[in-house]
């Protein structure tokens, strides 16, 4: 019972460390400067401590001291309690949903079996969709309670468009539970173990249109019509400053972090090296007694499964900075007409296959 | 005539594909090649990424006696070398002994969209004119260069400065002959350029 | 522990229902209704239906009230005012009273022996497969009417474009 309940704690300290402490203001920092690449810039260097400048890694630290001496600013005519509500509602489901992602298999250390998961739900991309949709609520509040016409323009666009993506998202979905007989996560991870059997090459129609409806969901470019700043100033934000801005901005980012997430779970094999089975991790480290042997396994596991976010995260990234922006009408007619009949038939071809 | 000729040659020089006017696609009808939006996303997910992965080798660490790709000045650190054709602070050309060529003819002072210049001219023993007092209101310069190219003497050029010209004090935008003077030698490559573009187009 | 989760939502879920019917700005009230959503869903995980708790978020919390909140933004209602007299709001009060009453009653006549949840209960296969065995006929006649309301709604929509 104590044992389980420390292996929870270490497990949501690692977790919310990992979001909340490194990538959440990491990414910020990789934004601009990989922007800055891709486009021959330089990107934000300038902040230093003793001269220091280390690349402007120092420029996360800065923003954040910059940001939180701000004035809170709440408009005249706003709604005050959703206006203050908003924020959290957009923050919290993206911190939450990391919480049925395995992030590495199941060990067995010193007679106690660990699973890298924090909860190993039986319906965990159910709870995961849950919390997708509520994030909604924030940008939509946002945008309705700012007593400002851009921000009801970014609300209502945001509404529309999470809406419409969902059920695309969905149906894509279901051809992958399909393939793998299971709504949990850990089940669709230890069933990648063949390299064969990756999401990839047994849904590559539902990987590409997954991937699209999260960018969707994610409100970035080119489907960041609720924000968009050359017509809504900034969208349902607009009028958010200090602390709750930072929230709106690391909700964003921590999306981000768990779509890449789900995607390397869903269609990149989890948190296996192509070709090596977990068995062969454990017995390749086999010198270092059996505890030995499992905590290092778990260790390249871990490692494994967070390069691959990473990539992903760098992949948004480059498509975030590479597309412009879709007229809102394409965004609708992308996902009502296009995706959404595709979703259809990818499910049409997974159960022919595997009915045949 | 003769530059004229020069570009000539160099027209001839280039390929023939090079001279016809380039085709600019004005149908909207895209193929259906571009219809499938996933391919030409690809296309440009390569295209910035190749630019993403050139700048980040020697990014980190730039290599040692090699030129940046990237063509950012980092300003501070690195000033800019501007090309003959940039219009800085305007500068009072001083002869090799230190005497200005300036000949207080007022064209300058007359031309000036601004009303920056103002001029009291004065005569040496000799008889040769000379400004008595030269100044220029940088507060009121519009940096258009008007007064190089009426000058008839070579005697008033816009030099390459662009740094330090502005202090919060209107009195200390006032700059005397003084302040103005800058050796010949310093100027030379304007005093060329001005020389060219003006002999060309105007005479 | 289980009693305790379950007063606390069930609590909950009463307050904000109150909270739905007495609140006079149209936006609150869709979040109060809301709030007894996932109050709700949370009772079904107290009952081991998980899929049913995902479902009830994700469809009525998820994209029902979204929708709602949507069409209350694009209308913009206005705020009532006034009150409700104090007669009518005791009347409302004993026919809730009375309502209440008779429910509870009825209720208690209805011997239900609590059934033992066997194993695999709620999951999503096994809810699956009651619905495609058990139930595949009210499961079908759902999806008719379904079908027939997202047909009638095209052509309600598609007509008002056409004028």
């Known amino acids: 019972m104590i044992a389980d309940l420390t292996e929870t704690i270490v497990k949501i300290l690692f977790i919310f460390s990992i979001n909340v402490g490194f990538y959440a203001p990491i990414l910020g920092w990789v934004e601009r400067k990989q922007s800055a690449l891709m486009q021959d810039r330089v990107g934000a260097n300038r902040a230093n401590i003793f001269n220091f400048k280390i690349i402007g890694l120092f420029h996360p630290i800065a923003d954040a001291v910059k940001v939180l001496t701000k004035e809170d600013f709440i408009p005249e005519g706003a709604d005050k309690f959703f206006h203050t509500l908003a924020p959290f509602l957009s923050l919290t489901p993206a911190i939450v949903t990391f919480a049925v992602i395995p992030f590495g298999g199941a060990y067995e250390l010193w007679g106690h079996p660990v699973k890298l998961v924090i909860a190993d739900l039986n319906v965990g991309m159910l709870f995961i969709f849950a919390f997708a949709s509520l994030s909604t609520y924030g940008v939509v509040l946002g945008g309705w309670s700012s007593n400002n016409n851009w921000s009801l323009l970014g609300g209502l666009r945001a509404s529309a468009q999470m809406l419409s993506y969902e059920v695309a998202m969905g149906l894509t979905l279901i051809g992958v539970f399909m393939v793998y007989g299971s709504l949990r996560l850990t089940d669709i991870g230890m069933i990648q173990e063949n390299f064969f059997r990756w999401g990839i090459f047994m849904q590559p129609l539902g990987f590409v249109l997954f991937f699209t409806c999260a960018i969707a969901e994610n409100k970035r470019a080119p489907f960041d019509q609720p924000e968009a700043e050359s017509e809504l100033v900034a969208g349902y934000f607009t009028e958010y400053s200090s602390m709750k801005f930072v929230m709106f901005w690391m909700g964003e980012f921590l999306e981000i972090v768990t779509i890449s997430g789900i995607v390397t779970t869903l269609f990149f094999g989890a948190w296996h090296l192509p070709f090596v089975t977990d068995q062969m991790l454990v017995s390749f480290f086999a010198g270092a007694g059996p505890n030995g042997a499992a905590l290092l396994a778990m260790l390249v596991n871990v490692v494994v499964f967070f390069a691959k976010v990473s990539f992903f995260i760098w992949l948004m990234m480059t498509i975030r900075w590479t597309l412009p922006r879709f007229r809102y009408d394409q965004v609708m007619r992308l996902g009502w007409k296009m995706l959404l009949p595709l979703a259809l038939i990818n499910i049409f071809i997974t159960g022919i296959v595997l009915l045949v | ?203 | 522990m289980q009693l305790l989760m379950f007063y606390l939502l069930g609590f909950g879920a009463v307050i904000s229902a109150l909270l739905l019917v007495t609140n006079k700005r149209p936006v609150a009230a869709a979040m109060s209704l809301i709030t007894v959503m996932l109050c709700l869903a949370g009772l079904y995980v107290l009952l081991d239906a998980h899929l049913i708790a995902a479902l009830q978020i994700i469809v009525y919390a998820g994209a029902i009230m979204v929708l709602f909140l949507f069409v209350i933004m694009l209308l913009n209602i206005e705020e009532k005012s006034g009150r409700l007299s104090n007669r009518k709001i005791a009347l409302q009060f004993v026919g809730i009273l009375v309502v209440g009453a008779t429910l509870i009653a009825v209720a208690g006549l209805i011997k239900i022996s609590p059934a033992q949840v066997t194993d695999g209960f709620g999951t999503t296969e096994a809810v699956g497969k009651m619905l495609f065995t058990d139930f595949l006929l009210p499961f079908e006649i759902a999806s008719i009417l379904l079908l027939a309301a997202i047909v009638g709604a095209v052509i309600l929509a598609k007509r008002r474009i056409d004028d």
């Not at chain 2, 030379?188 to 003006?198: A, L, M, N, S, T």
């Open chain 2, 1 to 203: 005539m003769t530059d004229n000729k020069a570009f000539q040659a160099w027209v001839g020089t280039l390929p023939a594909d090079k001279l016809k006017p380039k085709k600019v696609r004005k149908n909207i009808e895209l193929s259906l090649w571009e219809r499938v939006y996933l391919i030409e996303v690809l296309r440009g997910l390569a295209i910035t990424s190749r630019h993403f992965f050139g700048n980040l080798v020697g990014f980190v660490v730039p290599p040692k006696g090699k030129k940046r790709k990237i063509p950012t000045v980092y300003y501070p650190e690195e000033k800019a070398v501007m090309p003959p054709a940039y219009r800085g602070r305007p500068t009072l050309v001083a002869n090799a002994d230190g005497t200005e060529r300036c000949v207080a003819c007022g064209l300058c002072e007359k031309i000036c969209p601004a009303f920056a210049i103002s001029i009291v001219g004065d005569e040496r023993q000799d008889g040769s004119r000379y400004p008595g007092s030269y100044t220029l209101d940088l507060s009121r310069c519009v940096f258009c260069g008007y007064c190089e190219e009426v000058c008839p003497k070579e005697a008033i050029v816009m030099s390459e400065e662009y740094e330090g010209l502005c202090t919060t004090r209107r009195g200390d935008m006032l700059y005397t002959k003084e302040q103005l003077l800058k050796p010949v030698d310093q100027l030379q490559k304007r005093i060329d350029y001005v020389r060219r573009i003006y002999a060309k187009c105007n005479y």
